[in-house]
């Protein structure tokens, strides 16, 4: 048994990976959406009911965007932000804000809207976590996250003691999702899956979780991927 990877689209499993290679312990975790890459087209997707489980606790905050963020936006590298989210835009034309236009639960959204082409336009809310994880093999996390799209391509990050100034990480997983296909890359393993459709909410969940005996991990997976809902 070792630690597994697994990936849930609109609640079926469309990728697993087993016995990942992570370093032992870790003293964040960083959660981004949006568009964190050097694309030139433009972009526009909503995100929703943000939780990210450890143990089936959640220990993200204000993952329906209800709350307004604080302050304006960050310059690069970004800050540390705990306890809401943070915000980061290279130009004035990306628009990184929560909005009641499209929701999937309660009053507002988050919309990352890159509204015009070039290398410098990317933005992306980013929420970080502060926790050691003292046994990786006793690792129990997941992400969830609604996903509306609107156009181009965005993605969804977990990051591992992101090292905000030299752009590095001791660990990443990525869920990006374009017209043509959503790619996954988890701890240097990758998938090319569909793309998902745009125009309607779409459930991602992502974990990372010790390989259960078989008889705890039907239970588990019988039980809709978490241990609790809360």
Known sequence: ????????????????????????????????AGKGESISSI?????????????????????????????????????????????????????????????????????????APGSSVNGYFFQDVSHTFIDVDTLDLELDVMIWR???????????????SLGLSAGTCRVNFTPTGTYVSMFGESDTLAAISTGSWHHLQIFLEFNLPPNLEAERWATGFSWSES
């Open 1 to 32: 048994m070792g630690l597994v990877g697994r990936i849930a689209l609109d609640g079926s499993v469309v990728a697993t990976y087993p016995d990942l290679a992570l370093p032992e312990s870790f003293d964040w975790v960083s959660v981004i």
């Open 43 to 115: 972009s526009d997707t909503y995100y929703d009911q943000f939780h990210l489980y450890l143990s089936g606790v959640n220990i993200l905050a204000n993952g329906g965007f209800e709350d307004a963020e604080p302050g304006g936006f960050s310059s690069y590298p970004p800050p540390i932000v705990t306890g809401n989210w943070g915000r980061y835009r290279q130009a004035g034309t990306t628009d990184v804000s929560r909005s009641s236009t499209i929701v999937s639960s309660g009053t507002y959204s988050g919309r990352v809207n890159v509204a």
């Open 150 to 164: 609107v156009s181009g391509e965005q993605s969804i990050y977990l990051l591992f003691d992101w090292d905000r």
